[in-house]
């Protein structure tokens, strides 16, 4: 049984260049939430999405970033005209549903962006 | 003032100390207190949770929760080689909230 996989798992990019980062949730769960882990600094929550909706973007930036889970396909976390503030391991985690107990989270092991 | 407040360490014991981590916390909304070992490069993973005040045992593990002091600590006992990893407090308001609150988490080694 496959965790969450998420890829790439390092990304280099340049500053104004655009970052994709897809993450499919375990088998049989689909609520996904995206978190980002800053250098120092404690995991935050972006985003929430069910398939084909977003439930809550709260945490994400208002600009530059946007996130997708279409029908098929994994997951994906877009930001576009990176910045070097962007650098950061970005977590994805999945859950079967949203009323679970704290135990039904589970994190992937992460994408790493640096910004050159 | 964080919400979540927790020393980063690091933190470094001989194998077989008994370990002890703790966070504070500001927002007494949090009811579910969560501990996740996180090794090197690698996702964060639920040693264990806790609802309200109390304590919880899991093996050598053991978590308590003060809410009236804000104050929430994980123990290790008799801690192995295999325990170095970052350990981060989670908070939540309620079982199925999905906006967890992280402290910055610990990093502990244990030394053979």
């Known amino acids: 049984n496959a965790g969450v996989m998420q890829n790439p798992r390092h990304l280099v990019r340049r500053r104004g260049q655009e970052a994709r980062l897809r993450c499919s949730p375990m088998k049989g769960h689909s609520h996904v939430y995206w978190y980002r882990q800053l250098p120092e600094e404690g995991l935050k929550f972006m985003v929430y999405?069910?398939?084909?909706?977003?439930?809550?973007e709260s945490g994400m930036p208002k600009e530059r970033f946007s996130a997708e889970f279409p029908k098929e396909g994994p997951s994906i976390l877009r930001i576009q005209q990176v910045v070097r503030g962007d650098s950061a391991a970005y977590f994805c985690?999945?859950?079967?549903?949203?009323?679970?107990?704290?135990?039904?989270?589970?994190f992937g092991e992460g994408s790493r962006l640096t910004v050159l | 003032q964080k919400e979540v407040e927790q020393d980063p360490g690091p933190l470094s014991v001989p194998e077989g100390a008994i370990v002890s981590l703790n966070c504070t916390y500001s927002?007494?909304?949090?009811?579910?207190f969560m501990w996740y070992r996180q090794y090197s490069r690698k996702g964060p993973e639920l040693l264990m949770y806790t609802y309200s005040s109390g304590n919880k045992e899991d093996g050598r593990f053991t978590a308590q929760v003060d809410k009236s002091s804000k104050y929430i600590s994980l123990f290790i006992r008799d801690s192995q080689p295999s325990d170095s990893a970052t350990y981060l407090c989670a908070m939540s308001p309620g079982a199925g909230s999905y906006q967890l609150t992280f402290g910055k988490g610990t990093k502990l080694s244990v030394i053979p």
């Open positions: 985690a999945s859950s079967p549903r949203t009323s679970g107990a704290p135990g039904e989270l589970f």
């Open positions: 927002n007494s909304a949090f009811q579910y």
């Open positions: 999405l069910q398939k084909e909706n977003i439930i809550d």
